[in-house]
């Protein structure tokens, strides 16, 4: 492979490490992990993974006007008063219909370990561009870019699978209004999140590629210029 070809394939790595790193930050920030509509409460409800989302609908209510959708109204799933508020529901659950649905709102455990996961990704995809970058001045590099990577790519998918895991459980798939039980669907953040482990899935393969390029490469001479040649070069340098 010529070293054009070589860093090609680095920069192609590093643009899908950027697209996938675009998408899961979207998909983090979204509360769309989760959507169920109400429709007792005419209310659409968006379950993200540390914050939570409710539009109240407006329908049709006259000949020539249209559907239309308010605002969404959000509240951290880590904030303390919130946390309150959904406890004194719950007390009164026999009095309020809408107690169960407050369930939903909660700053769950496998809600902590999705964003320990993907934010742990992230940095590690982060750290797999910088790398990247080096890796043509600095072949060792090249070892970091590539682990870095994998190991992101790792914890994404297991981002990925736990949240479907959760989202399919009984208790975090229906959610109890006062007359009727709705079921929940998986929103477009989830979708977004594994756009972006796809992208970095294809990342890597490029990734493997020029690595195992930067690492036993041969020069336009033929003759073999790899990783421990190079650092040979390197302190034979030293040495004079």
Same mark, same amino acid.
């Given at each position: 492979?010529?070293?054009?070809?070589?860093?090609?394939?680095?920069?192609?790595?590093?643009?899908?490490?950027?697209?996938?790193?675009?998408? #899961?930050?979207?998909?983090? !920030?979204?509360?769309?992990?989760?959507?169920?509509?109400?429709?007792? !409460?005419?209310?659409?409800?968006?379950?993200?993974?540390?914050? %939570?989302?409710?539009?109240?609908?407006?329908?049709?209510?006259?000949?020539?006007?249209?559907?239309?959708? =308010?605002?969404?109204?959000? @509240?951290?799933?880590?904030?303390?008063?919130? &946390? @309150?508020?959904?406890?004194? #529901?719950?007390?009164?659950? %026999?009095?309020?219909?809408?107690?169960?649905?407050?369930?939903?709102?909660?700053?769950?455990?496998?809600?902590?370990?999705?964003?320990? !996961?993907?934010?742990?990704?992230?940095?590690?995809?982060?750290?797999?561009?910088?790398?990247?970058?080096?890796?043509?001045?600095?072949?060792?590099?090249?070892?970091?870019?590539?682990?870095?990577?994998?190991?992101?790519?790792?914890?994404?998918?297991?981002? %990925?699978?736990?949240?479907?895991?959760?989202?399919?459980?009984? %208790?975090?798939?229906? $959610?109890?209004?006062? $007359?009727? /039980?709705? &079921?929940?669907?998986?929103?477009?953040?989830?979708?977004?999140?594994? @756009?972006? #482990?796809?992208?970095?899935?294809?990342?890597?393969?490029?990734?493997? /590629?020029? #690595?195992?390029?930067?690492?036993?490469?041969?020069?336009?001479?033929?003759?073999?210029?790899?990783?421990? =040649?190079?650092?040979?070069?390197?302190?034979? =340098?030293?040495?004079?």
């Amino acid at each position: 492979m010529s070293s054009v070809a070589q860093k090609g394939l680095l920069a192609l790595s590093i643009v899908f490490i950027l697209a996938g790193l675009g998408l #899961t930050i979207a998909g983090v !920030f979204s509360p769309a992990w989760q959507v169920v509509d109400i429709r007792e !409460f005419r209310a659409e409800h968006q379950h993200g993974l540390w914050w %939570d989302c409710i539009r109240a609908e407006k329908h049709v209510v006259a000949v020539g006007d249209f559907y239309d959708e =308010t605002p969404l109204h959000c @509240m951290y799933k880590f904030d303390n008063s919130a &946390e @309150m508020v959904i406890e004194n #529901t719950l007390n009164n659950i %026999d009095e309020d219909g809408a107690a169960g649905e407050s369930e939903h709102h909660r700053f769950w455990a496998w809600h902590k370990a999705i964003l320990f !996961f993907i934010i742990t990704s992230q940095l590690l995809a982060f750290l797999s561009i910088c790398t990247g970058v080096c890796a043509p001045c600095f072949p060792p590099t090249a070892f970091v870019f590539t682990i870095s990577l994998f190991i992101a790519l790792i914890c994404s998918l297991i981002a %990925d699978g736990v949240f479907f895991l959760a989202a399919n459980r009984v %208790d975090n798939r229906f $959610v109890q209004g006062m $007359v009727g /039980t709705y &079921e929940q669907r998986i929103g477009y953040a989830f979708y977004l999140h594994i @756009m972006g #482990t796809v992208c970095w899935v294809v990342a890597f393969i490029c990734a493997i /590629t020029t #690595t195992y390029k930067f690492i036993s490469g041969r020069d336009p001479s033929g003759s073999k210029e790899n990783l421990f =040649t190079w650092q040979s070069q390197r302190a034979a =340098t030293h040495n004079v």
